[in-house]
């Protein structure tokens, strides 16, 4: 994939996140692909979408870039958003590895944020 395609790649993806449409997310998905948060078990990205679409309804996901890296491309990324349940504002980046088919769709991806931050945001703790 050209660096080019890449970029295109990870801009329309942040613009799917920021749908409101959990099925548009999973568009950029190769059929029995997933997409494991954290270390976590791989997951179809049509249920990761809808879990973060649920928790941030106002989410706004940003590229913040895209480079490739030898078999994989790193998407960085940051989400800002309120959370549903506690009405916290959340700022946190992070980025996924995706490895990418012949057809230009994610095969897999592995997200990374900083979870210890992200809880602290969502439960409204103030920084140590």
């Given at each position: 994939?050209?660096?080019?395609?890449?970029?295109d790649l990870a801009?329309?993806?942040a613009e799917a996140w920021c749908s409101r449409n959990p099925k548009?997310?999973?568009?950029?998905?190769?059929?029995?692909?997933s997409l494991a948060v954290n270390g976590?078990?791989?997951?179809?990205?049509l249920k990761v979408?809808?879990?973060?679409?649920?928790d941030f309804p106002d989410m706004i996901?940003?590229?913040d870039?895209?480079?490739?890296?030898?078999?994989r491309a790193a998407f960085h990324w940051t989400l800002t958003?309120?959370?549903a349940e506690t009405g916290n504002q959340l700022r946190i980046s992070g980025y996924e590895l995706w490895k990418i088919d012949n057809a230009g769709l994610i095969a897999e991806s592995s997200g990374h944020f900083d979870a210890a931050d992200y809880e602290r945001q969502v439960k409204g703790t103030p920084p140590l």
């Amino acid at each position: 994939m050209t660096r080019d395609a890449l970029k295109d790649l990870a801009t329309h993806y942040a613009e799917a996140w920021c749908s409101r449409n959990p099925k548009k997310v999973a568009a950029f998905f190769a059929e029995n692909a997933s997409l494991a948060v954290n270390g976590g078990s791989p997951t179809p990205a049509l249920k990761v979408a809808r879990g973060f679409m649920r928790d941030f309804p106002d989410m706004i996901v940003t590229c913040d870039k895209v480079e490739p890296l030898e078999d994989r491309a790193a998407f960085h990324w940051t989400l800002t958003g309120t959370h549903a349940e506690t009405g916290n504002q959340l700022r946190i980046s992070g980025y996924e590895l995706w490895k990418i088919d012949n057809a230009g769709l994610i095969a897999e991806s592995s997200g990374h944020f900083d979870a210890a931050d992200y809880e602290r945001q969502v439960k409204g703790t103030p920084p140590l």
